[in-house]
């Protein structure tokens, strides 16, 4: 499992701006890409596809943030600074929430039960 400091080591994935959307974070996680920025790649092309995945799970460095309700796997999405507003800025990532923490801020955003 691959954690955010763990990624941003191996790939300075959140030193430049913002992904756009999942396609460009894949795009940036390519063998290729990272032989470009640093010159070499020691991960296999399906390491960096996890770490891809991982980032696009989380919403790392990302406008678009999603949340998924842990019991009946929606997904829902607010752009990063609105989930900063949202949230409050002293809050934790949404990310490291508990499932119940998540299911919480869903029904009171959203109104969304299941």
Do not use: K
């Not at 913002?18 to 399906?46: D, H, K, M, W």
């Amino acid at each position: 499992m691959w954690t955010r400091a763990d990624i941003h080591d191996a790939t300075g994935f959140d030193n430049g701006d913002l992904f756009t959307s999942e396609e460009q974070v894949r795009e940036y996680f390519t063998v290729e890409n990272i032989q470009a920025v640093f010159g070499e790649c020691p991960y296999t092309q399906a390491e960096l596809d996890e770490m891809a995945e991982t980032v696009i799970t989380h919403g790392w460095h990302m406008e678009r943030r999603p949340l998924w309700c842990a019991y009946c796997g929606t997904r829902f999405e607010l752009a990063a600074d609105e989930l900063e507003r949202a949230i409050g800025p002293g809050a934790s990532d949404p990310s490291e929430w508990t499932p119940q923490a998540v299911a919480e801020f869903l029904r009171e955003r959203f109104g969304h039960t299941c």
